[in-house]
């Protein structure tokens, strides 16, 4: 009798932990949508598929824009993991063209997500546009789309992004990346930098500085402390730093570019009768 009710038991027991065990398979299986929290910015139909293109912004913006593109059967309603496409945004203007710093689309953390970003220097108007031409691969052919893009300025109207030659002669493009939401704290602030080199061709600048100054104009421009200046990480192909903020409200981020020599490139230092930088990037918190 001891033994039948030990057997029973065990029974109990193994179909307890096997429910548990199906429970924890069935949880593990629910596959979470990596566009889930992207805007969906554009999608373009084309020849048993659709191009649909995302972002964390509600439009793309003069500076940096981190972009997904996903590439739909509409055979099989599933997303191409292999369709190993190549970028190039383009600024058509009245009497010339040129494209903009941005990275190589790839698919390493998401395989059906396509991710890079581009900078674009300049925005939309009425005879000048900017358009995206899209080369990939779908079902063993090679195919190319040209889309539209609508580029504006900054929504809340404040300086992201830098367009200017350095005292070296230089052409150079600065822009901000992080964080997305600053804090009454110390952030990790990253900016990323390039240089023109030609119309088409824009190579990141490495080793260079940029010096952080924040300011309150408001407040009898007073600085704060514990700022690190930015410096470039290889890994991630981007300046960081730490920027202090001390207070609610409007900020001029005073910068300064210094090359692997620490020459002043552009910029200047503030003081009593230099209130700003000629550099600089703006935030209100």
């Given at each position: 009798?001891?033994?039948?009710?030990?057997?029973?038991?065990?029974?109990?027991?193994?179909?307890?932990?096997?429910?548990c065990?199906?429970?924890?398979?069935?949880?593990?299986?629910?596959?979470?949508n990596?566009?889930e929290?992207?805007?969906?910015?554009?999608?373009?139909?084309a020849?048993?598929?659709?191009?649909?293109?995302y972002?964390?912004?509600?439009?793309?913006?003069?500076?940096?824009?981190?972009?997904?593109?996903?590439?739909?059967?509409l055979?099989?309603?599933?997303?191409?993991?292999n369709?190993?496409?190549?970028?190039?945004?383009?600024?058509?203007?009245?009497t010339?063209?040129?494209?903009?710093?941005h990275?190589?689309?790839?698919?390493?953390e998401?395989?059906?997500?396509y991710?890079?970003?581009?900078?674009?220097?300049?925005?939309?108007?009425?005879?000048?546009?900017?358009?995206?031409?899209?080369?990939?691969?779908?079902?063993?052919?090679?195919?190319?789309?040209?889309i539209?893009?609508?580029?504006?300025?900054?929504?809340?109207g404040?300086?992201?992004?830098?367009?200017f030659?350095?005292s070296?002669?230089?052409?150079y493009?600065?822009?901000?990346v992080?964080?997305k939401k600053?804090q009454?704290?110390?952030?990790e602030?990253e900016?990323v930098?390039?240089?023109m080199?030609?119309?088409n061709?824009?190579?990141?600048?490495?080793?260079?500085?940029?010096t952080?100054?924040?300011?309150?104009p408001?407040m009898?421009?007073?600085?704060?402390p514990?700022?690190?200046?930015?410096?470039?990480?290889i890994?991630?192909q981007?300046?960081?730093?730490?920027l202090?903020l001390?207070?609610?409200?409007?900020w001029?981020i005073?910068?300064?570019?210094?090359?692997?020599?620490?020459?002043?490139?552009?910029?200047?230092?503030?003081?009593?009768t230099?209130?700003?930088?000629?550099?600089?990037m703006?935030l209100?918190?």
């Amino acid at each position: 009798m001891k033994n039948l009710k030990y057997i029973f038991n065990i029974l109990i027991l193994s179909i307890f932990f096997g429910s548990c065990s199906s429970d924890d398979d069935e949880i593990t299986a629910v596959e979470t949508n990596p566009v889930e929290d992207l805007n969906l910015l554009y999608e373009i139909s084309a020849e048993g598929h659709t191009l649909q293109m995302y972002s964390e912004k509600e439009q793309l913006e003069v500076g940096y824009n981190e972009i997904s593109i996903l590439i739909k059967d509409l055979e099989t309603n599933q997303y191409v993991t292999n369709a190993s496409p190549t970028w190039m945004p383009m600024m058509n203007m009245e009497t010339m063209s040129h494209s903009a710093p941005h990275t190589l689309l790839n698919n390493s953390e998401e395989n059906s997500v396509y991710k890079a970003y581009i900078v674009f220097q300049m925005p939309n108007n009425d005879s000048e546009r900017w358009e995206l031409k899209l080369d990939y691969t779908f079902k063993e052919q090679v195919l190319e789309k040209i889309i539209d893009l609508d580029v504006v300025s900054p929504i809340d109207g404040l300086k992201k992004t830098q367009v200017f030659t350095g005292s070296d002669e230089t052409r150079y493009i600065m822009a901000y990346v992080n964080p997305k939401k600053f804090q009454v704290a110390q952030n990790e602030f990253e900016m990323v930098l390039y240089k023109m080199e030609n119309m088409n061709t824009f190579p990141v600048v490495e080793d260079y500085k940029i010096t952080l100054d924040p300011r309150m104009p408001s407040m009898g421009n007073h600085s704060s402390p514990n700022n690190q200046d930015l410096t470039y990480n290889i890994a991630t192909q981007k300046y960081e730093g730490v920027l202090s903020l001390t207070m609610t409200g409007y900020w001029k981020i005073n910068l300064k570019l210094l090359n692997e020599n620490d020459e002043v490139l552009k910029g200047e230092e503030v003081t009593e009768t230099q209130s700003e930088s000629s550099l600089y990037m703006e935030l209100e918190l």
